[in-house]
């Protein structure tokens, strides 16, 4: 079991930029990973996903706008989001293997 927990949520203005991190209490090495989200009301839907090898993969609604990368040497998994939409408003989840989940972090963008 990993332990996660996510940071870098916070309120932006349509059109700006943040980063989210995710640090990981033990090697995510050779453990996939990913970046989901839950908007009030619905249900938990796939951000992004990057494999142990590297191999990414988005969801359309963001694909050009987000970039999910990892830093196996810090433990730590990342989404840089620019371009940023009041849809894009959600609570931010990091997951590995989609067995274990970090509580989140609030993201809200303005318009």
């Known amino acids: 079991q990993v332990r996660l927990v996510e940071s870098g949520g916070g309120l932006v203005q349509a059109g700006g930029s943040l980063r989210l991190s995710c640090s990981a209490s033990g090697s995510i090495f050779s453990i996939n990973m990913g970046w989901y989200r839950q908007a009030p009301g619905k249900q938990r839907d796939l951000v992004a996903t990057i494999t142990s090898g590297g191999t990414t993969n988005y969801a359309d609604s963001v694909k050009g706008r987000f970039t999910i990368s990892r830093d196996n040497a810090k433990n730590t998994l990342y989404l840089q989001m620019n371009s940023l939409k009041p849809e894009d408003t959600a609570v931010y989840y990091c997951?590995?293997?989609?067995?274990?989940w970090g509580q989140g972090t609030q993201v809200t963008v303005s318009s």
């Open positions: 997951t590995a293997r989609l067995l274990d």
